[in-house]
């Protein structure tokens, strides 16, 4: 008895062990929404409950949208501010992709949205903008034309929905198969696994880039007469991430390819910010906004080895200000993903 009461308690903690690892290798290799990513070469994720929790943009400003959203609002019953809680964005470069700001014009992209869908009605708005259908490991993927793009969605579960515009359905394939795979703490893509462990504990957002070594001589940032030489930053990768706490601090560092590289970086980005700054205090007349004041004064650049990391602090009546729209008519709402049809609010891009 007292054998068979051991073999028990042995086999009770094994079993404990086993949820503890997995538990621990999931925190340690990111988010859901993130880990679900096709490999790309850009990954964007934002953590909106978390967002909403600690109030980062205080209460929410009256807004205005579009028919096409509203039409989505009433047909899905989901409103992306109040019920999506994490997105995740891949970008998925060609190959031979324009330099300067010409990539964003031929990238395509894959989302991850997680948050309080109604399954059954987002499936059937799905079903009736879609073209055809396909059955993959028993999701449907809905391929829905938008502008010229085959835009392809599958519903994985009660609160996960996959999004591609890929030319062909690997990207929502891999989605697929790694959320029939979610028991375990999948690897995700090769940008999370190098630098996710880079990423504050108390993000909100964070980014991981990695420039092609063929970027050309276009600007990435500009002003009037100044910039920041895009070529500079060939073949580093760009790790940045929005901390909240009290106020939002964010970090932008690249890894540059030599020591070489980053001291040419670093004094490029120095020069870049006193130019900001100058501009800023000439058209201040008579005066900065304390906010604004303080956000400037916490910019800061440091170099270290082959990283260059530049950091700010943006306090939450900045952040506040921001948003506030300004007085006339009504405004448009605040920037959200978009809807998982590729419908557009009225006002946005692609």
Do not use: C
């Not at 809680?85 to 949205?113: C, K, N, T």
């Not at 829905?144 to 996959?162: F, M, Y």
């Not at 000439?282 to 082959?306: I, P, R, Y």
């Amino acid at each position: 008895m007292r054998q068979r009461k051991l073999r028990i308690a042995l086999a009770v903690l094994l079993v404990a062990a086993a949820i503890a690892a997995v538990v621990y290798l999931r925190s340690r290799s990111g988010p859901e929404a993130a880990r679900l990513l096709p490999e790309s070469d850009a990954i964007l994720f934002v953590n909106l409950r978390l967002m909403r929790l600690a109030h980062v943009f205080g209460e929410a400003s009256p807004v205005s949208y579009d028919p096409d959203y509203e039409q989505f609002v009433k047909e899905t019953g989901f409103q992306f501010e109040r019920d999506l809680d994490q997105a995740a964005l891949a970008m998925h470069l060609p190959s031979g992709a324009p330099a300067g700001h010409g990539f964003l014009e031929v990238a395509r992209y894959s989302w991850i949205f997680i948050g309080k869908f109604d399954a059954q009605r987002a499936a059937a708005y799905f079903r009736k903008l879609s073209s055809n259908t396909e059955d993959y490991r028993d999701a449907v993927i809905y391929a829905i034309p938008h502008e010229g793009r085959t835009v392809r969605v599958a519903v994985l579960g009660l609160d996960t929905v996959a999004v591609s515009n890929q030319t062909d359905g690997s990207a929502i394939h891999q989605m697929i198969d790694k959320y029939r795979a979610a028991a375990w703490p999948g690897r995700g893509p090769f940008l999370l696994r190098e630098h996710y462990h880079q990423m504050p504990v108390a993000s909100v957002a964070w980014a991981v880039a990695k420039i092609p070594s063929e970027q050309g001589q276009g600007a990435m940032f500009a002003l009037p007469g100044v910039g920041i030489p895009a070529h500079q930053l060939a073949g580093s990768t760009i790790v940045a991430s929005a901390a909240y706490r009290g106020a939002l601090h964010l970090r932008v560092e690249a890894l540059m390819p030599t020591e070489n590289d980053a001291r040419q970086f670093d004094e490029t980005v120095k020069t870049f910010l006193a130019l900001v700054k100058g501009i800023e205090s000439s058209t201040t007349q008579g005066g900065t906004d304390a906010d604004v004041k303080a956000l400037f004064n916490s910019l800061k650049v440091e170099e270290h080895g082959t990283r260059v990391a530049l950091t700010a602090t943006l306090p939450q009546g900045f952040i506040r200000k921001a948003l506030t729209p300004p007085p006339g008519p009504p405004v448009q709402g605040p920037a959200s993903p978009p809807p998982p049809s590729g419908k557009k609010r009225k006002g946005q891009t692609q």
